[in-house]
Nanobody, 127 residues
Framework: QVKVVESGGGLVQAGGSLRLSCTVSGLPFDDHSMGWFRQAPGKEREGVACVSWSGMTTYVVESVQGRATISKDNAEDTLYLQIDDLKPEDTAMYYC????????????????????WGQGTQVTVSA
């Protein structure tokens, strides 16, 4: 059984930083690409960043470019999302997701391409 667990969210002032973590069990972590998504109240879920199975290729969306870094530690089976200079518009529930297709990566960040999801970790940025 695949289990995805996010952590690291919290309440932070604008301009602050957070590092979100995601652990995955139940499948070979280093064979699968992963992504971070977020969903604000009343809005659709949107992709934030993705990383290839090896961790060598990454992509972040324009709204967080220059402020967010995604990284994949295959030795620790952990995915990270570092967000700096947080803004109130970054407030959302952040989700980690895993693709099950073997050694496949693209940067479309379509939620339907991801097969396993965590429960989310809340990020709230105060002005």
């Amino acid at each position: 059984q695949v289990k995805v667990v996010e952590s690291g969210g919290g309440l932070v002032q604008a301009g602050g930083s957070l590092r979100l973590s995601c652990t995955v069990s139940g499948l070979p972590f280093d064979d699968h690409s992963m992504g971070w998504f977020r969903q604000a109240p009343g809005k659709e879920r949107e992709g934030v960043a993705c990383v290839s199975w090896s961790g060598m290729t990454t992509y972040v969306v324009e709204s967080v470019q220059g402020r967010a870094t995604i990284s994949k530690d295959n030795a620790e089976d952990t995915l990270y999302l570092q967000i700096d200079d947080l803004k109130p518009e970054d407030t959302a529930m952040y989700y980690c997701a895993v693709r099950t297709d073997f050694h496949y990566y693209n940067e479309l960040l379509r939620p339907s391409d991801y097969d396993y999801w965590g429960q989310g970790t809340q990020v709230t940025v105060s002005a």
